[in-house]
Antibody, heavy 119, light 106 residues
């Protein structure tokens, strides 16, 4: 079964750091681009960051540029999001998402991990 | 960044109704647009990719059309399980951007 399982969410103080992980299974992870998408409570979806299958192409949304870093370890089938200088407005559910190269779309989503930034 | 707008922001409809949701991009994005359905407490689910291609397993009552800046998602005959929020997403260039969503109440 194709699956994405996020972990690493939790409560962190403003200005703090957190690293999210996403374990992929059921497919050849190294063949797919990946992204992180977040959603604050009661709000819409926001694309946060994306990385190509090899890690050679990386991009960030304007709201996290310079604070967040996406990476991947294809030998471990794992995607990461290092989040630094966290703000209250970063509070959200963070989804790990697979980008299908054939469809050019986000075809597989994880269940999400909650990040709360609060004193 | 490319801005995406959606209309309406919400709608109420009855079972069997034909429902149309519109998405507009702030610049030409060719057909690089997807539609996603999200039910409360769940992760989004891909419905349509490349503006008009139906994702495998998605009921044929869902269809998409458009190119350039104007796009449409149509549900031909609304079913009770279609109660959800619908988002468009442009993946023409980075940063990818979602529309604000359309909530469909049955």
């Amino acid at each position: 079964e194709v699956q994405l399982l996020e972990s690493g969410g939790g409560l962190v103080q403003p200005g703090g750091s957190l690293r999210l992980s996403c374990a992929a299974s059921g497919f050849t992870f190294s063949n797919f681009g990946m992204s992180w998408v977040r959603q604050a409570a009661g709000k819409g979806l926001e694309w946060v960051s994306g990385i190509s299958h090899s890690g050679g192409i990386i991009s960030y949304g304007d709201s996290v540029k310079g604070r967040f870093a996406i990476s991947r370890d294809n030998s471990k089938n794992t995607l990461y999001l290092q989040m630094n200088s966290l703000r209250a407005e970063d509070t959200a559910v963070y989804y790990c998402v697979r980008r299908s190269s054939g469809l050019d779309a986000f075809d597989i989503w994880g269940q999400g991990t909650m990040v709360t930034v609060s004193a | 960044a490319i801005q995406m707008t959606q209309s309406p922001s919400s709608l109420s409809a009855s079972v069997g109704d034909r429902v149309t949701i519109t998405c507009r991009a702030s610049q030409d994005i060719r057909n690089d647009l997807g539609w996603y359905q999200q039910k409360p407490g769940k992760a989004p689910n891909l419905l349509i990719y490349a503006a008009s291609s139906l994702q495998s397993g998605v009921p044929s009552r869902f269809s998409g059309s458009g190119s350039g800046t104007d796009f449409t998602l149509t549900i031909s005959s609304l079913q009770p399980e279609d109660f959800a929020t619908y988002y468009c997403l442009q993946d023409y260039n980075y940063p990818f951007t979602f529309g604000p969503g359309t909530k469909v109440d049955i």
